[in-house]
C-alpha cells in the first residue's frame, strides 16, 4: 500500500466512525509560546484538552498533522540518517475524543483497523500498557485476539503521558509490529525492550488514554470527562506494509534519494552491509522534506529561533553533499521533489513552490561561497586521526565567520574524534551579543497593549503589563461599534487613576467605538465626555476581555470618589481615525499587489497601521528592483481609482480559508471569522476597520523599502493626505533644484547627469597629479631626488618617511616600488590620505634580511602599536593603522629600534 492510500485508509475509516477530518494545523503551532514546533498530533487540539477551548461538536476528530522534532526533548536531528526510522519531518496519523469514547472503543477501533482495513498479522501484534491500567490489560485481552503473552505491562518512560508538569496526564498504550522470522513470545521484558531497539519489533501506534488532572504536589485526580489522543507514524506504517526495513526505502523518500543520486552522480546502495555509505542520501532526503515544509509554512531561514533551525539543517544537508563532491546547489531540487511528491494532500507547497525553491538555493548558495574556507579551518583544528579538545573561540569562528551552525561543529568533531569546548563557545557568543546590544533598551511588555501616555510606572517597568480592573468590579457586556460608528452615546462604569502629571479616568464603555490595537492596528484616540467634563482618551488596553478607555481630564471638573460610578456619556474617536483605515485597506491592496508582481511566496510578517503611515513586512529574498516598484504602486493606485467597494463580512473559518482568504502566519483565529474584501483584487481574514471604497485612501505613495531580517523586507507608505503633502514637498523641493542648477525640472537628471561627468573628469585629473606627485615622493624618499629618507650601513638600508597619496591608491603597489627601488633592507613608511585625514603605516623588507629575521609584519606591527593601533601581514609586504597620527614619529622610531636589534647594520644613519 503506498502511503498516499495508507493516509487516505486511516481518515476515510475514521470519518466511518463519526470522526470529523480536521486539516494539519502549521508547523508553527498558533499562539502557544510552549512549543518551537508542532511534534504530535494533539498540538491543534491542546486548549480543547485543557478546557480554554469550547468541546466542538461532533467531539470526534481524525488527523494526519505535519510535526517536525529538532529541538528539546524530543530531538532527533542527530539521529537522522543513521538509524532507520528516526526523522525531523514526519506526519502523526491520529483519532481523538474530547470526553467521548474512552478506552474501549479506542482499542476497538484501533484493533479494526488494523488488522481489517491495513491486513497486517494479528499474530505478529504486540500490545504494551502502563503497569496499573488493567482495564487496558483486560480490554487488548478480552476484546482481540492478542494472547496475554503479548501484552506487557510497562513503566511510566514508556506508557505514561502528561502534557506538563500539571494538568491532563493518563496511562498509553502501544502497538507494536514483529518483524522476527519466528515471533517468539517467551520473551522477557528486557528481551522485548531489547528488540525494540534492534527495531526487530516496530512501535507504530501510541493511544494515549487522558483520565487524570495532575496538581502541582503530584497528585491525580480523575478528570470529569476523560478524552483519547492517538498517534501513528505514517512513515513507520508504510514501511512496514511496502516490506521494507527502513522508513527510508518507502514510497515517500525513494524518489529523492533517486534524485541525489542523480545530482551527486554516486549510486545508492540498499543492501544492508552499505548502510553506512548511504548515510548522506537519507540525510538529504529528510532534510529536504523538512526544508519544503517549514519555508511552506512561512517559517524563513535566518540566525534566530525557528529560522535558525530551518538554517541549520539547510546547512546539514549542504555539509552532506559537498563532502560528496558536489560544488553547486542541489537541494532545492530534492525541495521539488517533495512538492511533486506531496502537494495533492498539502496543496502549500505548490502553491508557494517559487518561493521554496528560490529561497533554498539562495541559501545554498550562501552556505557554499563560505564552507570552502570553513572545512580549511575545521582540518587546522581538527585534523582527521587526532584527538583533544577544540578551543571555543575556534567553534565560535566557523559559525561567526564560515556559517557553521554548533551542532554541526560539534558532529564533525564527534565523526574525527574531538571534544569541542562548549563553555568557552558560550563565553565568546555571550560576548558578540553583548557587544551587538550596546546600550539597547529593555522591549516593553508585548502584552500591554497601550496607546498615549499611560502610568508613568507602567512605562517604565516591562513586567508590570496592563492596569487590572478595579476590585469588585464585574465586567458587564460590552460590545464594540467602531466598525459602523466613531461618535454614540453610551452608559459606562468610570473610575479615577493616576496619570503621569495629573490625575486621569478611566472608562468601561457598554458600546465601545474605539478600536483596541490588534492585527497591526494602533488603538484609537479621542475623548469621553460628560456633563460639564471631557476626558481626552489617549490609552486603550484589554483587561478580562473588556477594552478600557483612559485618559486625563481635559475640560471642566469631575468630583473625586473612590471607586466605580455609573455615568451615561458621549464617546468620540479621532477624525484621525480616518486616516488610520485608509492606511489599512491600504496595506491589504499593497499585500496583493506584491503577491501578483512577485509571486504567491510573499507572505505577511508584521505590519503597523497608523494614522500617519503604514508599515507592512513581508517574506521576499532580496530588495526590490525600481521596475517592481513602480508596478506595485502603479497597482495600488489603479484598484483606488476604480473605487472598488470594501466589504466586511463574518464567515466560517474553513469557508473564509477554501475561498482564498488571506490569514496572518502564527494567528489564532476562530470558528467564525471577519472577512475584508475587495472584490477580485484582496480577500483577508482581519478585524480591523477600512474605508468603505477604495477610492476613499485618496492617494498612495511608497516611501522607502529596506531589509528588516534574513528573507524579510519592509516597505513604508503614506496615502490620503500624507501622499498628497510629500508629493507637494516633493514638487518644491524639484523646483528649489531646479532653480538652483538654472534648468527645468524636467531637466534635472540630464544636468545632473552632466555635472557628474564634470567631477569625475576633475577628480581623475587630480587623481593622477597626485599619482605623478606620490611617484617622486618614492624617489625622493628612496634617495635618488637628492634627499635622504634613508639610512646605508654595510649595503642594508632602513628606509622611513611619509607619503601623501590620492584616495585609491594601491597600498600593495606601492609597496612593491618601495621594494623594487630599495635593494637590501627594510622599510617602515607613514602614508597619508588627505582627502579623507586618514593615515597607514605599510612596510616592506628584502628576502636577504627576512632570512635573519626582520619581516615586515613584525615591522608593521610595532610601529602601530606605538600609535595606539595594529597591524600585520607577510615577510615581505605588510600595512597597519595610526591610532594617533602626531605619534607617527615614534612609531617610525620603534621600528627602526626593533630592527636594528636583529640587524645591527640597520641602526645606522
Known amino acids: 500500500m503506498k502511503a498516499d492510500e495508507l493516509r487516505r485508509s486511516f481518515i476515510s475509516y475514521f470519518e466511518r466512525q463519526g470522526h470529523e477530518h480536521r486539516p494539519s494545523g502549521p508547523l508553527v503551532p498558533a499562539d502557544d509560546p510552549t512549543l518551537m514546533f508542532t511534534n504530535a498530533g494533539m498540538v491543534q487540539f491542546k486548549g480543547i484538552f485543557t478546557g480554554e477551548t469550547e468541546r466542538p461538536n461532533p467531539p470526534r476528530a481524525v488527523t494526519s498533522q505535519k510535526c517536525l522534532r529538532v529541538s528539546g526533548k524530543h530531538n532527533d536531528l542527530e539521529e537522522v540518517g543513521r538509524t532507520a526510522?528516526?526523522?525531523?519531518?514526519?506526519?502523526?496519523?491520529?483519532?481523538?475524543?474530547?470526553?467521548?469514547?474512552?478506552?474501549?472503543?479506542?482499542?476497538?477501533?484501533?484493533?479494526?483497523?488494523?488488522?481489517?482495513?491495513?491486513?497486517?498479522?494479528?499474530?505478529?501484534?504486540?500490545?504494551?500498557?502502563?503497569?496499573?491500567d488493567d482495564d487496558a490489560f483486560k480490554l487488548w485481552l478480552k476484546r482481540t485476539s492478542i494472547p496475554e503473552s503479548r501484552i506487557r505491562r510497562m513503566g511510566d518512560k514508556d506508557n505514561f503521558w502528561q502534557m506538563g508538569d500539571t494538568g491532563p496526564c493518563g496511562p498509553c498504550s502501544e502497538l507494536h509490529y514483529d518483524l522476527r522470522s519466528e515471533c517468539d513470545d517467551r520473551i522477557t521484558d528486557a528481551q522485548f525492550e531489547a528488540a525494540g531497539e534492534a527495531d526487530a519489533i516496530i512501535e507504530f501506534w501510541n493511544l494515549v488514554?487522558?483520565?487524570?488532572?495532575?496538581?502541582?504536589?503530584?497528585?491525580?485526580?480523575?478528570?470529569?470527562?476523560?478524552?483519547?489522543?492517538?498517534?501513528?507514524?505514517?512513515?513507520?506504517?508504510?514501511?512496514?506494509?511496502?516490506?521494507?526495513?527502513?522508513?527510508?526505502?518507502?514510497?515517500?523518500?525513494?524518489?529523492?534519494?533517486?534524485?541525489?543520486?542523480?545530482?551527486?552522480?554516486?549510486?545508492?546502495?540498499?543492501?544492508?552491509?552499505?548502510?553506512?555509505?548511504?548515510?548522506?542520501?537519507?540525510?538529504?532526503?529528510?532534510?529536504?522534506?523538512?526544508?519544503?515544509?517549514?519555508?511552506?509554512?512561512?517559517?524563513?531561514?535566518?540566525?534566530?529561533?525557528?529560522?535558525?533551525?530551518?538554517?541549520?539543517?539547510?546547512?546539514?544537508?549542504?555539509?552532506?553533499?559537498?563532502?560528496?563532491?558536489?560544488?553547486?546547489?542541489?537541494?532545492?531540487?530534492?525541495?521539488?521533489?517533495?512538492?511533486?511528491?506531496?502537494?495533492?494532500?498539502?496543496?502549500?507547497?505548490?502553491?508557494?513552490?517559487?518561493?521554496?525553491?528560490?529561497?533554498?538555493?539562495?541559501?545554498?548558495?550562501?552556505?557554499?561561497?563560505?564552507?570552502?574556507?570553513?572545512?580549511?579551518?575545521?582540518?587546522?583544528?581538527?585534523?582527521?586521526?587526532?584527538?583533544?579538545?577544540?578551543?571555543?573561540?575556534?567553534?565560535?569562528?566557523?559559525?561567526?565567520?564560515?556559517?557553521?551552525?554548533?551542532?554541526?561543529?560539534?558532529?564533525?568533531?564527534?565523526?574525527?574524534?574531538?571534544?569541542?569546548?562548549?563553555?568557552?563557545?558560550?563565553?565568546?557568543?555571550?560576548?558578540?551579543?553583548?557587544?551587538?546590544?550596546?546600550g539597547g533598551l529593555a522591549p516593553i511588555d508585548a502584552k500591554a497593549t497601550l496607546t498615549g501616555g499611560l502610568v508613568g510606572s507602567l512605562q517604565a517597568t516591562a513586567s508590570l503589563g496592563p492596569p487590572p480592573l478595579p476590585k469588585g468590579l464585574e465586567p458587564g457586556p460590552q460590545e464594540f461599534v467602531g466598525y459602523g460608528n466613531v461618535e454614540?452615546?453610551?452608559?459606562?462604569?468610570?473610575?479615577?487613576?493616576?496619570?503621569?502629571?495629573?490625575?486621569?479616568?478611566?472608562?468601561?464603555?457598554?458600546?465601545?467605538?474605539?478600536?483596541?490595537?490588534?492585527?497591526?492596528?494602533?488603538?484609537?484616540?479621542?475623548?469621553?465626555?460628560?456633563?460639564?467634563?471631557?476626558?481626552?482618551?489617549?490609552?486603550?488596553?484589554?483587561?478580562?476581555?473588556?477594552?478600557?478607555?483612559?485618559?486625563?481630564?481635559?475640560?471642566?471638573?469631575?468630583?473625586?470618589?473612590?471607586?466605580?460610578?455609573?455615568?451615561?456619556?458621549?464617546?468620540?474617536?479621532?477624525?484621525?481615525?480616518?486616516?488610520?483605515?485608509?492606511?489599512?485597506?491600504?496595506?491589504?491592496?499593497?499585500?496583493?499587489?506584491?503577491?501578483?508582481?512577485?509571486?504567491?511566496?510573499?507572505?505577511?510578517?508584521?505590519?503597523?497601521?497608523?494614522?500617519?503611515?503604514?508599515?507592512?513586512?513581508?517574506?521576499h529574498r532580496g530588495p526590490l528592483t525600481p521596475e517592481e516598484r513602480a508596478d506595485i504602486e502603479t497597482e495600488v493606485t489603479e484598484a483606488i481609482l476604480g473605487n472598488h467597494d470594501v466589504e466586511a463580512s463574518e464567515r466560517g473559518y474553513d469557508e473564509a480559508i477554501a475561498a482564498g482568504a488571506m490569514a496572518l502566519f502564527g494567528e489564532k483565529y476562530g470558528d467564525v471569522v471577519r472577512v475584508i474584501e475587495v472584490p477580485g483584487l484582496s480577500l483577508e481574514l482581519c478585524g480591523g476597520t477600512h474605508v468603505r471604497t477604495t477610492g476613499q485612501i485618496g492617494m498612495f505613495r511608497i516611501v522607502s523599502e529596506t531589509g528588516v531580517a534574513a528573507g524579510i523586507r519592509r516597505i513604508e507608505a503614506v496615502t490620503g493626505q500624507g501622499a498628497y503633502r510629500r508629493e507637494v514637498e516633493r514638487d518644491r523641493l524639484l523646483a528649489e533644484l531646479a532653480a538652483r542648477l538654472r534648468c527645468q525640472p524636467a531637466d534635472l537628471a540630464a544636468r545632473l547627469e552632466r555635472l557628474v561627468e564634470e567631477r569625475d573628469a576633475l577628480a581623475e585629473e587630480v587623481r593622477g597629479q597626485r599619482g605623478d606627485a606620490a611617484e617622486r615622493q618614492v624617489e625622493t624618499l628612496l634617495g635618488r631626488g637628492g634627499a635622504t629618507g634613508a639610512a646605508d650601513a654595510n649595503g642594508a638600508r632602513f628606509v622611513s618617511g611619509r607619503l601623501e597619496v590620492p584616495v585609491g591608491t594601491d597600498l600593495g603597489a606601492l609597496g612593491d616600488r618601495l621594494r623594487g627601488g630599495m635593494g637590501s633592507g627594510a622599510a617602515v613608511v607613514h602614508v597619508v590620505f588627505p582627502e579623507e585625514d586618514r593615515h597607514a603605516f605599510i612596510s616592506v623588507v628584502s628576502d636577504d634580511l627576512i632570512r635573519l629575521g626582520v619581516k615586515a609584519g613584525d615591522l608593521v606591527r610595532v610601529s602601530s602599536r606605538a600609535t595606539g593601533s595594529g597591524g600585520g601581514g607577510g615577510a615581505r609586504f605588510a600595512q597597519g593603522g595610526v591610532g594617533d597620527p602626531s605619534r607617527t614619529e615614534d612609531g617610525l622610531g620603534a621600528a627602526r629600534a626593533w630592527a636594528s636589534e636583529r640587524v645591527p647594520a640597520l641602526s645606522g644613519g
Not at 385 to 396: I, L, N, R, Y
Not at 406 to 419: F, M, Q, S, V
Request: charged share 25%; with cysteine.
Open 85 to 132: 526510522r528516526h526523522h525531523t519531518f514526519f506526519e502523526m496519523l491520529g483519532n481523538f475524543s474530547f470526553g467521548d469514547y474512552f478506552k474501549r472503543d479506542a482499542i476497538d477501533f484501533a484493533w479494526e483497523w488494523v488488522t481489517g482495513d491495513l491486513g497486517l498479522e494479528p499474530d505478529r501484534l504486540w500490545a504494551t500498557v502502563h503497569h496499573d
Open 209 to 438: 488514554f487522558m483520565q487524570f488532572d495532575r496538581a502541582p504536589d503530584g497528585t491525580d485526580t480523575p478528570l470529569p470527562a476523560p478524552s483519547i489522543d492517538t498517534g501513528a507514524g505514517l512513515e513507520r506504517i508504510a514501511a512496514l506494509l511496502q516490506g521494507v526495513g527502513t522508513n527510508y526505502h518507502t514510497d515517500l523518500f525513494l524518489p529523492i534519494i533517486e534524485a541525489a543520486e542523480e545530482g551527486l552522480g554516486i549510486e545508492y546502495s540498499r543492501a544492508p552491509g552499505d548502510w553506512e555509505d548511504g548515510v548522506a542520501f537519507r540525510v538529504l532526503a529528510d532534510h529536504a522534506r523538512a526544508v519544503a515544509f517549514l519555508l511552506a509554512d512561512g517559517v524563513f531561514p535566518s540566525n534566530e529561533k525557528r529560522g535558525y533551525v530551518l538554517r541549520r539543517i539547510l546547512r546539514r544537508a549542504v555539509r552532506h553533499y559537498w563532502l560528496l563532491g558536489r560544488r553547486d546547489p542541489l537541494l532545492h531540487d530534492l525541495v521539488g521533489v517533495v512538492a511533486d511528491r506531496m502537494s495533492a494532500t498539502f496543496p502549500e507547497l505548490e502553491a508557494r513552490r517559487g518561493h521554496l525553491l528560490s529561497t533554498t538555493r539562495a541559501e545554498e548558495e550562501l552556505f557554499l561561497s563560505t564552507i570552502e574556507g570553513g572545512m580549511r579551518e575545521i582540518d587546522r583544528a581538527m585534523p582527521t586521526g587526532g584527538s583533544g579538545t577544540v578551543a571555543g573561540a575556534v567553534a565560535f569562528k566557523l559559525k561567526d565567520t564560515y556559517g557553521i551552525p554548533e551542532d554541526l561543529t560539534g558532529l564533525i568533531a564527534r565523526e574525527r574524534g574531538y571534544d569541542v569546548d562548549w563553555e568557552g563557545f558560550h563565553e565568546a557568543l555571550e560576548a558578540q551579543r553583548t557587544r551587538s546590544r550596546g
Open 488 to 619: 454614540i452615546e453610551t452608559g459606562c462604569r468610570r473610575w479615577p487613576m493616576d496619570w503621569p502629571t495629573e490625575r486621569g479616568h478611566a472608562f468601561l464603555l457598554e458600546q465601545n467605538p474605539f478600536y483596541l490595537e490588534s492585527g497591526g492596528q494602533v488603538s484609537d484616540t479621542g475623548r469621553v465626555m460628560g456633563d460639564g467634563w471631557a476626558v481626552d482618551i489617549s490609552a486603550v488596553w484589554g483587561a478580562d476581555g473588556r477594552t478600557v478607555v483612559a485618559g486625563p481630564l481635559a475640560e471642566g471638573s469631575l468630583p473625586e470618589v473612590g471607586g466605580v460610578v455609573e455615568d451615561a456619556v458621549l464617546a468620540r474617536v479621532d477624525p484621525s481615525r480616518r486616516e488610520t483605515e485608509r492606511n489599512h485597506t491600504a496595506t491589504h491592496l499593497l499585500h496583493a499587489a506584491l503577491r501578483n508582481r512577485l509571486g504567491e511566496h510573499v507572505q505577511q510578517a508584521g505590519s503597523l497601521v497608523a494614522p500617519d503611515r503604514l508599515r507592512f513586512d513581508f517574506s
